[in-house]
Structures are given as structure tokens and as C-alpha cells.
């Protein structure tokens, strides 16, 4: 069974920090680029970090360029978001995602696999 579990989400004060995870079935996991979005109310969901197989690759949005970390853990399954500095414009549901392919990856249709996403909120 394939599954992805996101958790961590939370709500917080503007400058605050939070670090989601994701937790991945192993054939999801390994080999599979694996990839953070992130959807507000009233848009559409956009492309926050994502992160090779091998785990060598990075690539973010520019606006969470310098403030943003992704990271993995082969051994465990599990790719982190660290998230600094957050800004009430951050307020969304993360969703992590895997996909085939070793590289990087920044648009929704290059993951088959999402998970069921965690609120992040950001206040002022």
C-alpha cells in the first residue's frame, strides 16, 4: 500500500518556526523524488521544495528560498520541511508528494502520490 502521512502542522505567530514531516510507504520512498506543496484558500496549489532520491538535488520556490529546508532520511522513509521565518503569506495546507524519477521535480503533475496535507497558519 502506498501511503504518505504528513504531520507537524501548526499554528503559529509571524517568525515563528515549524517542521513538517512525511512519512512514506518504502516503495514510495525510495528512489522517488519527493516534493512539498502547498495550497491556500482560493488558489492553487504551488510548489514549495523538492528534493532528489538520492537526496543530493534541492530546488525551492523563490519565496521560501532562504527560509526553507527540505530534507530526507533514506534509512527512514521520511522527508522533512523545515520552515523558518514564517510569514502569514505561508498560511496554506502542506502536502507532500512522491514521484517517479530521481530528480528534482516542481510541478504538481510530476508526483502520482500525495498525502492528505496539514494546516500551517501564520498570524500576525
Known amino acids: 500500500q502506498f501511503l504518505l502521512i504528513e504531520s507537524g502542522g501548526r499554528s503559529v505567530q509571524a517568525g515563528d518556526s515549524v517542521r513538517l514531516s512525511c512519512a512514506a510507504s518504502r516503495q514510495m520512498f525510495i528512489n522517488n523524488v519527493m516534493g512539498w506543496f502547498r495550497q491556500a484558500p482560493g488558489k492553487e496549489r504551488e510548489f514549495v521544495a523538492s528534493?532528489?532520491?538520492?537526496?543530493?538535488?534541492?530546488d525551492y520556490a523563490q519565496p521560501v528560498k532562504d527560509r526553507f529546508t527540505i530534507s530526507r532520511d533514506n534509512a527512514k522513509n521520511t522527508v522533512l520541511l523545515e520552515m523558518n521565518d514564517l510569514k502569514p503569506e505561508d498560511t496554506a495546507v502542506y502536502y507532500c508528494?512522491?514521484?517517479?524519477?530521481?530528480?528534482?521535480?516542481?510541478?504538481?503533475?510530476?508526483?502520482?502520490?500525495w498525502g492528505q496535507g496539514t494546516q500551517v497558519t501564520v498570524s500576525s
Open positions: 528534493i532528489s532520491g538520492d537526496g543530493d538535488l534541492t
Open positions: 508528494a512522491a514521484g517517479p524519477g530521481g530528480l528534482t521535480a516542481t510541478t504538481p503533475g510530476m508526483y502520482n502520490h
